[in-house]
Structures are given as structure tokens and as C-alpha cells.
């Protein structure tokens, strides 16, 4: 698939980060682990339709664009569970939400706890002993046991999908990278409601907080990783 999200910025600006000596790319970790974020039925919708259509369902919807990214991210997992690395999920917690406030302003306590409510979406859902964390706030690492969990199993770096981009994506590689884990964002096994917001957001993490990869790379390393941990 093309990568738009290349060329999404204007020349002049994408010549001034370059100039600037942003971006580049991080060594590939010894011992990552997979976060999957936020990928809930509210957010895929129940079937494949225009977005402008599926938010009649569920205001947070992203339409095709989710329907689009799930078999690809489901190779991403499948390769993660082949390689025997730890694979962790995220979900909005309805109750703490109404509680303690969501991840975006101007939400209702009936309607989020409606979205909040529905599961990891069946195409990818989580295994017995993968780890499922509630959260509050967009970012996977707020006020969640994760960096916990991550230190306690050994992770040295963090390969990242899910939902939305520009959002709870963005929110969590932004803090994963603050917690000094190089961080992968897989282009293609990410979506959100608004293809603009989706480029604008791999462009800019991309030349600063981290290495923007596609499925096929992503497997590649997976596989190498899988054979490396064989010898």
C-alpha cells in the first residue's frame, strides 16, 4: 500500500525537519513487546461502512479505515504469538471514565459508557493470559500498571497498533518514548476517522518520538526474531 503519510506535509516543511536532522530510525529491540490499543468494536463499528455512515452507530467509529487495517494487524499479532513475545491490549474503562473523565473533552457519561463497554474487536482479540488494560486517559501508560508490566518482563522496546492514530496511538508512543523505550508505530496496522489526521501523525512522530514501520517490515523482524530466539 502507499504511504501517503510521506508526502502529507508540505515540501517546505518536510525540508526544514530534514535540514534540522529530525527523524531517522531506531535499532529494531532484543526483547519488544506488542500494544495493541484500543481496537474495540465502538471503534471498528459492527460491519465495513463509510465513517460518515458508521458514527450513526458509534460516534467514535472510524469506518472502512478500520475494516481495512484488521487483517493486517492480525498478521502483525499472529507473527508476535509465533515469536513468543508479550502482547498486550488496551480498552477504555466505561465506569472510570464517567468517574474520572475521558480521553477527549465534551463526552456524555451515557454515551461513553455505552462506547466503552464493547470488546476488543473478535478479529484480534486477546488470547487467556495476554494482558488487557483498562484505562481512563488516552495515553496507554497513564495512571496503568503498564511501565510496571513492561520492566517486569524484560521489554526493551515497544512495536505499536491500533486506534485512533491521532489520538490514543499518538498519546501512548509520545509516553512510551518518555519512558525510554525506542518505539515502532506500524503505518499500516493503525487507523483513525480521518485519513489527514492519520498521515499528519505518522509524519510527526515519525521525527521525533518514533520509527514508523510497515506490516511487512514489521513481520520480517518478527520472524528474524522467532529464528534468532530458535538458535
Not at 502507499?2 to 517546505?12: F, I, Q, Y
Not at 491490549?89 to 466503552?116: F, I, L, M, W
Not at 490514543?168 to 485519513?195: E, I, K, L, N
Request: hydrophobic share 40%; aromatic share 10%.
Amino acid at each position: 500500500m502507499t504511504e501517503s503519510w510521506k508526502s502529507v506535509v508540505p515540501e517546505r516543511d518536510r525540508l526544514i525537519l530534514e535540514r534540522a536532522d529530525f527523524g531517522g530510525r531506531q535499532p529494531w529491540g532484543r526483547r519488544p513487546a506488542l500494544l495493541i490499543v484500543d481496537v474495540v468494536r465502538s471503534f471498528t463499528g459492527s460491519k465495513p461502512q463509510d465513517v460518515l455512515q458508521a458514527i450513526g452507530e458509534y460516534n467514535t467509529s472510524c469506518g472502512t479505515s478500520a475494516w481495512d487495517a484488521l487483517p493486517r494487524m492480525r498478521e502483525v499479532l499472529d507473527a508476535a504469538r509465533a515469536a513468543g513475545i508479550p502482547v498486550v491490549y488496551t480498552k477504555g474503562d466505561a465506569e472510570y471514565k464517567v468517574q474520572c473523565g475521558g480521553s477527549v473533552k465534551n463526552e456524555d457519561p451515557a454515551r461513553t459508557r455505552r462506547v466503552h463497554s464493547t470488546p476488543i474487536a473478535d478479529e484480534i482479540a486477546p488470547r487467556d493470559g495476554e494482558f488487557v488494560i483498562g484505562k481512563t486517559k488516552a495515553s496507554a501508560f497513564f495512571q496503568t500498571p503498564l511501565a510496571v508490566y513492561l520492566v517486569r518482563h524484560g521489554i526493551d522496546s515497544l512495536i505499536v497498533m491500533g486506534t485512533a492514530t491521532s489520538g490514543c496511538v499518538r498519546a501512548s508512543v509520545v509516553d512510551g518514548f518518555s519512558h525510554g523505550y525506542p518505539t515502532f508505530v506500524v503505518s499500516d496496522g493503525c487507523f483513525d476517522r480521518s485519513q489527514f489526521f492519520h498521515d499528519v501523525t505518522l509524519y510527526d512522530l515519525s521525527t521525533k518520538y518514533a520509527t514508523i514501520v510497515t506490516v511487512e517490515e514489521t513481520t520480517g523482524y518478527l520472524k528474524s526474531f522467532m529464528l534468532k530466539a530458535a538458535e
